[in-house]
């Protein structure tokens, strides 16, 4: 089974875009949650433009699946992780300023600090995925940190899949996961999915054990509710 675990930064940043606490991020989770899906993730970033730290300690009171924290491990999130100690933390090596993820590890190059990082993570009983692109040589490096899990980075994958070559797209990662498989990592993938290029991605990539989607989702649920919304209004303005 592949689990669904639904990142909420988008609830955040339509929640921050006007103050308050509309959408709440905590009645969101536990509806999710309700709903079926088997995880939350939030991706903090040090800016906190969308979720904030103190939500994270919030979202880890009473999430009940698995929360997911993701992010680049400065001193900041490496502590805010320590203190909430989420089921799962995944490394993204984001920068300060990038709109959203843009690539995944160098795992030869950042052996040694994310080796560290992960071990102190494994220490404190948290489990460990970093977001790798499908390359297999970054995917050996992966195993080489220590890691329990990698992170697929499906950017790419969508891009093609919405251009047509949807085969071409998939083959890298099909490549990548039967690697990560055999050395015994455990594989995770994330960016970009979205309802329509799910159900291919599944298909075709063994062992997927969690998915992580977030801004499709959320957009898809605006646009699949919004005739039940808008016929709801004018039912009261009758
Ligand atoms: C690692 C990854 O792909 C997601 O965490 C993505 O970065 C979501 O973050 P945003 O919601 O800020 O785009
Ligand atoms: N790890 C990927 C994630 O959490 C969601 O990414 P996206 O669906 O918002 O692109």
Redesign the pocket.
Known sequence: MTKLSV?I??LATLRNSRGGNQPNLITAAQDIEAFGAQGI?I?PRPDERHIRYKDAHDLKKVVTTELNI?GNPIPKFIDLVLEVKPTQV?LVPDAEDAI?SNAGWDTHKNKDFLADVIKTFKQHGIRTSIFVDPEVTMVKGAADTGTDHI?LYTESYAKMFAAGEAEKGIQPYVDAAKIAHELGLGINA????NLENIRFFKERIPHLLEV??????ICESIYLGLENVVSMYLHRLK
Not at 190 to 193: P, T
Not at 212 to 217: C, K, N, R, W, Y
């Open positions: 990142n930064n988008k993730t991706h993701e995944t959203t992170e994330g960016h970009d999915l992580s989607i977030g801004h499709a989702l």
